[in-house]
């Protein structure tokens, strides 16, 4: 299915079906994730004016959009993420055509003397920034250096970082003489180097290649308005890349560079300032197979904002940028005109065209080249996606396209800059999964301004809940970051995790009401000799603003109760009431919400008040000395005012419920009481009235605000958070992370998409970067490399109603190879207990293995005392911590030799373990202690290579060499001086063997 659209110039655009990029699929979504955005204006970026609905993501697409089939449902269930819109603007994600991930921000002449581990930690945070600001495209524009385009995409698809979807690029191709920038160049003499460079690009693994064709006023050195590279040049640059299935981009400033693109097919025209009518009509004439991005910002920039760091508007203007400007604005109103496609895009990454402020050229677009502000976004989601090639997957909200979307605080059709302020962008997804979202956090909340101070700790740590506010006070409290708009955010209740402590019958006008209704089957007397209390559900609390839901099954007398909920600050124990107050932190408002007859019936109150939703609760919570001694309550009903009391009118005061409670029990800090109800309700109304679908609550408190809530029958009977006693150990990151079978794995893949597979078991303490020190050998290039972490081990999380085993390990390996697409001819290369599990593996599945290197194996099965040895590991580490063993381990596991003479090696083997979840190492130390069942190793029909140290005690020599008998054709190599931690212990030792054995 695709988007019915009217014909434009996007849509026209057709690049040769022979230039398609690979696909790339970013690692890391869960198939059962679940988001709904309910109540969002949606701009579906088809051309469609954008209309309210609602929108389903199942897994990494967008499934539903407009009008959700099951919404009730998935409201009601809890693995179910809801997001409501309140009208906010739910769209694409933004995309630049021209982005520069390795620039620093900074001198770009100095980029090529930095060294490349800094060069990739800049660039990492360059990604990140363009996801942060909305973006989730990227068609890159060069690298600064020959590979850091392909490595960092490489590691956002699989999941290292986040990221955009990047379209990789390498260094700019230069003519001699003809370079901008020396140090960041490939620089070629003439028409055979230039064939010779490209084709280096190629190997590199690059999606794109750039050309430098024309010069930089700013050089001082190379005019704008000269080309540097003949007609032969230019087309010997497109025929190469194209031959091999890859598009040409291209700096063109310059006439006579923006013809030499025109004319030999060159796809992405840059800044394109000083065309001509000539060149234009070429330009027109080949629309449908090439796009223009101006990097208008560029311009605007270098005239407006570069005096700060050194170049005045006046040496700008003198260098003609002033010219070029004027001439770029009346170049690119001209394309748009004719229906040539231009693009955003504004070469950001210079000093005054930061990284993060790439919405500036949407802005651009729609004041300086006359793009409507649906057309500038439109240019940036699905023209961006045809750039991609991928214009029927990705750029719009649409049903099976990826779920690559942004909430917007606003309507960027009436206010295109709202695009470049990042608070006003409060959600963003990518592949389905969410990257920014609001996590729980109290705010100031100005009810006059409709506005809320995020506050923090004067440690500048967020506050996360009420909880840490009433623990320590607010001394400890400070505002951090501006106000935000009330209405971009959804309000929580102030507490929400523990049951209410409730009163009944607590006015006088009301308890005669009660005991006359028909309702009350207590006492049956006016006025209580003593407080009636009794306890909401922590499961009925819901915010201001949610729906209180009418349970027709359960309810025909659903009622209301506007009360001051107290709000207990010191924990107490028998607490004196003339020192209640004390203990007393502040109020909010609580709707204690009734089923009539329930409470009647059941001649109690708990059932009738516990239904969910039935206790509203908010909007706010104040510290009693910010309120006055006596505070009126009033309830208004679909606007008529019901109750209207004060709290003078308590039969018991504050303190005395405070003292009554407390008699038996400890009071708790943050534990709620309701204090209870003035008369008004609606069973006290002759006849009753009581709440119906479509009704609005409001209860108004002096100080406390309005608590609104709407009573509906299509709301959620279950509340909006899940508890759950059994928490998931070692759940540090999402990204990287996979569903395999319903289990969550760490996962890396790198290394060539060409080859036979191999794929890395690492023992117990290690992780995916045990590896390390193997893989960059470079003896693996031209493999696909497969890294994974053992459950509980690494980044991979545990349940701890998951059983480990051997057996379960080589599970978990089988759905790695299912979620990789191996279909044989596997080498795998494990260490210590990954051994067992590739042994394991190896006879199951035997098809799918054509070798396997076993680093330290294991006897199987595990000698009794090995087996016990483990289990005490087990209980020492879930008692103590991984400090406990790892001196023991290191010390065991390691040769004399390298614990003298190899100290960054022990230290690596350190950190592994001590890194390691305490609990997920003591399960797979359980594991390992449960291989007690005898593998048939000459059952292996892979051929074997298997290395052992000189000093390993988990693996001795003799071991091996017994070992190596039982596998039929397999090899056996010692390593001198070297103990269990083979790979830290001697890499190069490990590499020679391995890269002889898989060379045969």
């Excluded at 960092?152 to 970082?161: K, L």
């Excluded at 993060?356 to 802005?363: M, S, V």
């Excluded at 609606?682 to 002096?702: H, N, W, Y």
């Excluded at 100290?903 to 950190?911: D, E, F, H, K």
């Amino acid at each position: 299915m695709t988007p019915s659209v009217a014909p434009d110039p996007i849509n026209e655009l057709k690049f040769h079906s022979s230039l398609t990029p690979k696909i790339y699929e970013i690692l890391g979504t869960r198939f059962s994730s679940q988001l709904l955005f309910t109540d969002v204006n949606i701009l579906d970026s088809t051309g469609r004016e954008p209309y309210r609905g609602d929108v389903y993501i199942k897994g990494e697409r967008i499934l539903e959009v407009g009008t959700v089939s099951n919404k009730d449902k998935l409201l009601k269930d809890p693995e179910v993420r809801v997001f409501r819109g309140k009208g906010r603007t739910l769209m694409s994600g933004l995309g630049d055509a021209h982005a520069h991930f390795t620039w620093n921000g900074g001198d770009l002449g100095r980029l090529g003397e930095l060294e490349t581990e800094e060069h990739t930690l800049v660039t990492v945070k360059s990604a990140r920034c363009f996801l942060d600001s909305g973006y989730t495209m990227a068609f890159g524009a060069a690298s600064a250096k020959k590979r850091l385009d392909v490595v960092i995409r490489d590691a956002i698809n699989a999941g290292a970082f986040p990221g955009p979807r990047y379209l990789a690029n390498g260094q700019e191709v230069c003519k001699t003489n003809g370079e901008l920038v020396a140090g960041i160049s490939a620089i070629a003499k003439g028409e055979e180097e230039l064939r010779n460079v490209i084709r280096e690009h190629i190997a590199l693994g690059v999606d794109n290649v750039k050309l430098s064709m024309s010069g930089e006023e700013i050089t001082g050195t190379r005019p704008a308005e000269e080309c540097y590279f003949t007609d032969k040049d230019t087309e010997v640059c497109v025929d190469e890349a194209h031959r091999f299935g890859k598009r040409v981009c291209a700096h063109a400033r310059s006439r006579d560079a923006v013809k030499l693109c025109a004319e030999h097919g060159v796809d992405v025209v840059y800044h394109a300032s000083f065309v001509d009518d000539e060149g234009m009509s070429m330009l027109e004439e080949k629309k449908t197979q090439l796009v223009v991005a101006p990097a208008i910002n560029w311009l605007v920039a270098t005239l407006t904002e570069a005096e700060s760091f050194g170049y005045s508007q006046a040496q700008a203007e003198k260098a003609g940028y002033k010219r070029e400007l004027d001439a770029a604005i009346a170049a690119m109103r001209e394309m748009h005109r004719r229906g040539i496609v231009v693009l955003p895009g504004g070469d950001y990454g210079f000093a005054w065209t930061p990284h993060g402020t790439y919405a500036r050229d949407l802005e651009h677009f729609v004041r300086l080249l006359g793009f409507t502000e649906h057309e500038a976004l439109i240019a940036a989601t699905s023209g961006i996606a045809k750039l991609f090639m991928r214009e029927n997957e990705l750029g719009k909200i649409f049903p099976g396209y990826y779920a690559d979307c942004i909430l917007i605080d606003g309507d960027p059709l009436e206010d295109i800059t709202l695009l470049q302020n990042h608070d006003k962008i409060n959600i963003i997804v990518i592949n389905g999964r969410i990257y920014k979202a609001g996590l729980p956090r109290i705010g100031h909340y100005d009810l006059q301004k409709d506005t809320i101070q995020p506050l923090s700790f004067l440690s500048g740590t967020p506050v996360k809940d009420l909880y840490q506010v009433v623990e320590a006070g607010e001394s400890h409290i400070k505002r951090s970051d501006e106000p935000i708009p009330a209405s971009s955010v959804r309000l929580l209740a102030p507490i929400w995790s523990r049951d209410v402590l409730a009163v009944g019958k607590n006015y006088v006008e009301h308890a005669k009401e009660f005991n006359q209704s028909g309702y009350d089957s207590s006492d049956k007397i006016d006025q209580p000799s003593h407080p009636v209390i009794f306890t909401k559900r922590a499961t009925s609390i819901v915010a201001h603003g949610d729906e209180i839901f009418s349970h027709p099954e359960f309810t025909e007398s659903l009622d209301y109760e506007g009360e001051l909920g107290v709000i207990i600050g010191k924990p107490g124990f028998r607490i004196d009431e003339d020192n209640a107050m004390d203990h007393v932190w502040g109020y909010t408002i609580v709707n204690d919400v009734t089923a009539r007859e329930r409470q009647r019936d059941h001649k109690q109150f708990f059932i009738g008040k516990s239904a969910d939703t039935f206790c509203p609760m908010g909007p706010i919570a104040v510290a009693k000395e910010h309120l006055p001694e006596v505070l009126q309550v009033q309830t208004r009903v679909n606007g008529e005012i019901r109750q209207d009391s004060t709290t003078k009118d308590l039969i018991f005061s504050i303190p005395n419920l405070v003292k009554t409670i407390s008699e038996g029990q400890t009071l708790q800090s943050g534990d709620v009481l309701a204090t209870g109800t003035p008369a008004g309700v609606g069973i006290g109304r002759k006849p009753p009235v009581f709440l119906k679908p479509g009704d609005e609550v409001a209860i108004s408190i002096t100080g406390l605000g309005t608590l609104r809530n709407k009573v509906s029958d299509n709301t959620p009977s279950a509340p909006s958070f899940k508890n759950s006693a059994i928490t998931v150990n070692n759940h540090k990151v999402s990204e990287g992370i996979i569903d395999v079978g319903g289990k969550l794995l760490h996962y890396k893949k790198s290394g060539s998409d060409t080859g036979r597979p191999i794929v890395f078991l690492h023992g117990l303490g290690g992780s995916i970067e045990s590896w390390g020190p193997l893989i960059s050998q470079g003896l693996f290039e031209d493999r696909p490399l497969h890294l994974f972490d053992l459950e509980g081990h690494g980044h991979s999380p545990t349940s701890p109603l998951s059983t480990l085993s051997i057996k379960s390990f080589s599970s978990d390996l089988l759905q790695v190879f299912k979620h990789a697409n191996i279909t044989g001819g596997a080498t795998i290369i494990a260490h210590s207990m990954g051994c067992l599990i590739a042994e394991t593996f190896a006879i199951d599945h035997p098809g799918l293995i054509e070798s396997l290197v076993l680093l330290g194996p294991p006897p199987s099965p595990l000698p009794e005392a090995g087996s016990q040895g483990s289990l005490a590991r087990a209980r020492e580490v879930r008692a103590k911590g991984m400090l406990a063993v790892v001196d023991a381990v290191v010390s065991a596991g390691t040769s004399q030799h390298t614990q003298k003479s190899n100290y960054l090696g022990v230290s690596a083997i350190r950190l592994s373990l001590i890194s390691q979840d305490p609990e997920g190492y003591a399960k797979a130390c359980s594991a390992l202690a449960g291989a007690t069942e005898a593998i048939n190793f000459k059952a292996i029909k892979a051929k074997t290579l298997i290395i052992t140290g000189e000093e390993d005690k988990v693996s001795p020599p003799a071991l091996c060499k017994n070992l190596g008998e039982r596998i039929a054709g397999s090899q056996v190599v010692v390593l001198p001086r070297v103990g269990h931690w083979h790979v830290f212990e001697d890499p190069q030792g490990v590499s020679e063997p391995v890269t002889r054995f898989l060379s045969v």
